[in-house]
T-cell receptor, first 115, second 112 residues
Framework: EPEVTQTPSHQVTQMGQEVILRCVPI?????FYWYRQILGQKVEFLVS????????KSEIFDDQFSVERPDGSNFTLKIRSTKLEDSAMYFC?????????????FGPGTRLTVL | KNQVEQSPQSLIILEGKNCTLQ??????????LRWYKQDTGRGPVSLTI?????NTKSNGRYTATLDADTKQSSLHITASQLSDSASYIC???????????FGAGTTVTVRA
């Protein structure tokens, strides 16, 4: 069964460093998303991406964040200068299209630890 | 502001017993409500989805109900198994912007 994959599973970085989290969405899906979940808190929407551009973003997704689909398979989230409060699980998701009924399939997540 | 509230925050049940989780939401306009299961350290996996016109949906031992008038949903787990130990998250989709609003989840622990 097709699934969303994410790498790495755990990333440890120093404050101020850049990190890139990688995702491979399900191959026939057109919409891609990033979410984060700070330990013990709710899953929060960061950004949605369609047709090589951002379609929606939340207040969390400030200038320190960027997303890219560098090739036909990968979808990346870059944090330019990490802060301690960026420590969280980051989930990538994809869906066939953007209509509300379509299920978003989530990847296993990348645990980011900023020291 | 769209909100999704879940209760209880956590519960412990014995293997074989039933339990019911609650979800109240204020998301408007409403499109659909999903219950997700999230195992520790993993991404959420969809269990059920219900639209405005549906008031019950089953997936094996999981049965979800929806009262769109009172904006409440429940997830009933029947004959619990050890593998049911997880966080169960209620997620409501806004029909206007398709954004998902997540509840904080209920952590279920099934003990032998």
């Amino acid at each position: 069964e097709p699934e969303v994959t994410q790498t790495p599973s755990h990333q440890v970085t120093q404050m101020g460093q850049e990190v890139i989290l990688r995702c491979v969405p399900i191959s026939n899906h057109l919409y891609f998303y990033w979410y984060r979940q700070i330990l013990g808190q709710k899953v929060e929407f960061l950004v949605s991406f369609y047709n090589n551009e951002i379609s929606e973003k939340s207040e969390i997704f400030d200038d320190q964040f960027s997303v890219e689909r560098p090739d036909g398979s990968n979808f990346t989230l870059k944090i330019r200068s990490t802060k301690l409060e960026d420590s969280a699980m980051y989930f990538c998701a994809s869906s066939e299209d953007g209509v509300s009924y379509n299920e978003q399939f989530f990847g296993p997540g990348t645990r980011l630890t900023v020291l | 502001k769209n909100q999704v509230e879940q209760s209880p925050q956590s519960l412990i049940i014995l293997e074989g017993k039933n339990c019911t989780l609650q979800c109240n939401y204020t998301v408007s306009p409403f499109s659909n409500l999903r219950w997700y299961k999230q195992d520790t350290g993993r991404g959420p996996v969809s269990l059920t989805i219900m639209t405005f016109s549906e008031n019950t949906k089953s997936n094996g031992r999981y049965t979800a109900t929806l009262d769109a008038d009172t904006k409440q949903s429940s997830l009933h787990i029947t004959a619990s198994q050890l593998s049911d130990s997880a966080s169960y998250i209620c997620v409501v989709t806004d029909r206007g912007d398709y954004k998902l609003s997540f509840g904080a989840g209920t952590t279920v622990t099934v003990r032998a």
